[in-house]
C-alpha cells in the first residue's frame, strides 16, 4: 500500500520561505512523476510543479521563479522549496504521485497526500 506523507507547512510573513518534504511509502522501486498541488479556501484543486523521473519540470505560472520542486529518487521523496511567498500563496498543499513501479508490479494509479497547510499573512 502507498502513502504519500507531507510535512513542512505553517506560517510566516510575506516574503519569507517555507520547504515542503513528502516521502512515499511502501513497496516502491521508482515513481514515475512526483509533485504539488495546492487548493486555496473557496477555489478548486490546481497544480504547483510537478517533476518527471527524467527530472522534467512543470510549474504553474504563479509560482515559476519562486517556486523550486526537487526530487530525492533513492528516498522517494519530492521537496517544494518555495521563496518570496506572497498572502495568495496560502492554501493547503498536496503532494501527488502517478505510476509507481513496485517490487510486484507497475501501479497507474495517482497518489495524494492528506495535505499541509501553508499560511502566508501580508
Known amino acids: 500500500q502507498v502513502q504519500l506523507v507531507e510535512s513542512g507547512g505553517g506560517l510566516v510573513q510575506a516574503g519569507e520561505s517555507l520547504r515542503l518534504s513528502c516521502a512515499a511509502t511502501?513497496?516502491?522501486?521508482?515513481?514515475?512523476?512526483m509533485g504539488w498541488y495546492r487548493q486555496a479556501p473557496g477555489k478548486e484543486r490546481e497544480l504547483v510543479a510537478i517533476m518527471s523521473r527524467g527530472g522534467s519540470t512543470n510549474y504553474a505560472d504563479s509560482v515559476k521563479g519562486r517556486f523550486t520542486i526537487s526530487r530525492e529518487y533513492t528516498k522517494n521523496t519530492v521537496y517544494l522549496q518555495m521563496d518570496s511567498l506572497k498572502s495568495d500563496d496560502t492554501a493547503v498543499y498536496y503532494c501527488?504521485?502517478?505510476?509507481?513501479?513496485?517490487?510486484?508490479?507497475?501501479?497507474?494509479?495517482?497518489?495524494w497526500g492528506k495535505g499541509t497547510l501553508v499560511t502566508v499573512s501580508s
Open positions: 511502501g513497496n516502491i522501486v521508482n515513481i514515475n512523476v
Open positions: 501527488n504521485s502517478v505510476g509507481i513501479w513496485t517490487t510486484s508490479d507497475f501501479d497507474a494509479m495517482s497518489y
